[in-house]
């Protein structure tokens, strides 16, 4: 049977997959689709309208994102939480959605960006199968990165849910760079061949397990020149400088990317991811490594450093006390404004 555009079909979980595509919109964050396409355990008597079988979702996505291959995962809000619909898009568009399900409490997740295979979710029965799917590394690109949000309603009584998207990833913001070599011997030099990048950067993020300390890395202690290079965008954990960096303050505005890491306190296993500045001075290469403590998804990291010496000989070396000075600020990723799109 195939599903045809505004009308409601029966099946029987987990026997059919079935997917209904919408263009995508750039501008609006407020997304209201229509999804007739489900698979589910609980039988709905075609072309019904019975309110107490669907849920009005309102889906708020952050900026720099497009939302794309949208996948919806109803489980029922108990201790066992089974999966009792699933929903598809291969392209989301401002409009509405009646997400269908079974009539009773629900928890709902939405994530967006992962590859458009109606089968890839064949294995999930509850919510915890699906916390233990892992975002990875290699398939994210900070100008659409993967999103996850989630919401609960109770079917046929609020029947109204909003859930905000968020990608997963931590950006790091180098908003300036100066080196304030002054009463060195060698001062007025600059650190040349500069290059920024990321170490200790975890491989895979399971963002519905809070507080998950990452067991799988790039770039462990230094950096993988190779596997770097494999990822999709190779930007998103390492830059190169065109200019030293010297006395005159640059604004460079570099954004690097890491999934979230919350050690407070480095121990074996268990690492602080690092942004790395690498730069020779006199022929010499050196390395200032900065502990990137505590690193939290969907939020922006602004840096404004300066370097006061010589760093260290090894980028997994921690500098002497003082030959970096930093100026912290955490926000959360930009938002745009939320609107309504009526058609």
């Not at 109803?74 to 009646?98: G, I």
């Not at 690097?256 to 480095?266: F, H, S, T």
């Not at 502990?291 to 000989?313: K, Q, V, W």
């Amino acid at each position: 049977m195939t599903p045809r555009r505004g009308r409601s079909y029966t099946f029987t979980y987990p026997s059919f997959f079935s997917r209904f595509g919408l263009r995508v919109s750039a501008v609006t964050t407020v997304a209201f689709l229509h999804l007739p396409a489900f698979f589910s355990a609980c039988s709905i008597p075609p072309d019904t309208t019975h309110p107490d079988t669907k849920a009005q979702i309102y889906i708020l996505r952050t900026e720099k994102t497009n939302l794309w291959n949208l996948d919806l995962f109803f489980f029922e809000d108990d201790s066992l939480a089974r999966l009792d619909s699933y929903q598809h898009l291969a392209e989301a568009n401002p409009r509405q959605v009646d997400g269908i399900s079974c009539n009773g409490p629900k928890r709902i997740v939405a994530l967006s960006g992962f590859p458009d295979d109606i089968y890839a979710w064949s294995d999930i029965r509850t919510y915890g199968s699906l916390a233990r799917r892992a975002f990875c590394l290699e398939k994210e690109n900070p100008g659409n990165p993967l999103l996850y949000g989630e919401g609960r309603v109770a079917a046929g009584i609020t029947r109204a849910v909003t859930i905000v998207l968020q990608p997963v990833l931590a950006e790091v913001r180098i908003r300036s760079l100066a080196c304030d070599f002054s009463d060195r011997p060698y001062a007025g030099a600059a650190l040349e061949h500069p290059r920024l990048y990321l170490t200790n950067v975890s491989r895979e993020c399971h963002p519905l397990t809070a507080g998950e300390v990452p067991f799988s890395w790039l770039n462990t202690g230094r950096l993988d020149e190779a596997a770097t290079a494999a990822l999709p965008v190779p930007e998103m954990v390492l830059q190169e400088l065109e200019t030293g960096i010297g006395a005159t303050r640059l604004h460079p505005d570099i954004r690097l990317y890491a999934y979230p890491n919350p050690v407070v306190e480095e121990m074996f296993g268990h690492p602080f991811t690092r942004l790395v500045i690498e730069g020779s001075i006199g022929g010499t290469t050196y390395y200032y490594p900065i502990n990137l403590a505590r690193l939290e998804g969907n939020t922006s990291l602004a840096l404004d450093i300066t370097l006061t010496r010589t760093g260290s000989l090894d980028p997994d070396i921690p500098v002497s006390s003082g030959t970096v000075l930093l100026e912290t600020d955490t926000v959360p990723w930009e938002q745009r404004p939320a609107a309504t799109v009526t058609f």
